[in-house]
């Protein structure tokens, strides 16, 4: 059973930098596009970052671009996502998601991703 878990959330102050971490287990990552998401209180679910199973590739929605970074490290099976020049509208539950598939693609929406970790909270104070 594949299993996605993150970590490096936390509260800190507009400007700071972040490091996720989302280790899986249960599934080779390189076998696995992944993408991380974030949820506010009250909003959907939405898409920040997305990497291809290689890692070559890589997608940002457009409020991150220049901030964040998605990055992947296949050999410990983690995912990272880099988090710098926080802003207060960062605030939410980051999710990472995972997608079992021999394309090399770059997935973006929530309905292509087959498994999903527990969430991590940052919370960007003003």
């Known amino acids: 059973q594949v299993q996605l878990v993150e970590s490096g959330g936390g509260l800190v102050q507009a400007g700071a930098s972040l490091r996720l971490s989302c280790v899986i287990s249960?599934?080779?990552?390189?076998?696995?596009?992944m993408g991380w998401f974030r949820q506010a209180p009250g909003k959907e679910r939405e898409f920040v970052a997305a990497i291809n199973r290689i890692g070559f590739s890589t997608h940002y929605t457009d409020s991150v671009k220049d901030r964040f970074t998605i990055s992947r490290d296949n050999t410990k099976n983690t995912l990272y996502l880099q988090m710098n020049s926080l802003k207060p509208e960062d605030t939410a539950v980051y999710y990472c998601?995972?997608?079992?598939?021999?394309?090399?693609?770059?997935?973006?929406?929530?309905?292509?991703?087959?498994?999903w970790g527990q969430g991590t909270q940052v919370t960007v104070s003003s």
């Open positions: 249960g599934r080779t990552a390189s076998n696995t596009a």
């Open positions: 998601a995972a997608a079992v598939t021999r394309a090399i693609l770059v997935l973006t929406t929530t309905a292509q991703y087959d498994y």
